[in-house]
């Protein structure tokens, strides 16, 4: 049957969450559901969020809902921050741009001092290696949050944006849309990309 609620415990990193039907009388009617249930596609779910959905009693007595839908759209108040740019937007476009020529910057730099012989050609290729490990994470740790299995510690992920991964984290974002809504990871991320210019910077400068 089809209920109205609301979104009433939403763990994003892992996928899940509950439902609390606007007629419930209890905790006891909270209904599961997983990301795969969502059908908003190119958006997760959001606490308090109006939804309607089909509801379920499984064997063990406990609801599930299916078919899970947003029943109103966001309503933006002023001064709140406007939703995140989505793929294909303008304002998406251009940070688009911004993170490519961020990188492409960073690529000269490193290019520029190994012909000045400035860094051995060697840490071009554990750059290389730590793109390509750290955008496998990012697609490892969506999969696990899709398929409600353990998730990758973010403390792990940012370790590897630090060696130097954080251009293949970029591409990851972009093209996976993974870790591009919670601002508490974004600003560390954003620290890992600048500690690692930085220490990069520095052994380049520095070294005789």
Request: net charge positive; with cysteine; aromatic share 12%.
């Amino acid at each position: 049957m089809q209920r109205l609620g609301k979104v009433h415990d939403w763990n994003d990193e892992r996928g899940y969450g509950f439902i609390r039907p606007l007629d419930a009388s209890g905790d006891d009617e909270r209904t599961f559901f997983h990301i795969r249930d969502y059908q908003q596609a190119g958006r997760r779910p959001e606490q308090g969020e109006l939804v309607k959905y089909d509801a379920t009693r499984q064997s063990d007595g406990r609801w599930r809902a299916s078919e899970v839908r947003r029943a109103a759209q966001p309503v933006i108040r002023p001064g709140r921050s406007k939703p995140a740019a989505r793929p294909g937007t303008r304002d998406s476009i251009a940070y688009g741009l911004l993170q490519a020529g961020l990188v492409l910057v960073y690529v000269a730099f490193l290019v520029w001092a190994i012909e000045r012989g400035k860094l051995i050609l060697e840490i071009a290729f554990i750059q290389i290696i730590a793109c390509i490990a750290t955008y496998m994470a990012y697609a490892a740790d969506k999969h696990f949050a899709q398929t409600n299995r353990w998730r990758i510690p973010e403390a792990n992920l940012h370790l590897l944006e630090l060696v130097g991964g954080w251009p293949g984290a970029l591409l990851a974002q972009r093209v996976l849309r993974h870790k591009t809504r919670k601002a508490s990871y974004r600003i560390v991320f954003w620290l890992m990309v600048l500690l690692n210019v930085l220490a990069m910077a520095a052994w380049i400068f520095w070294n005789p």
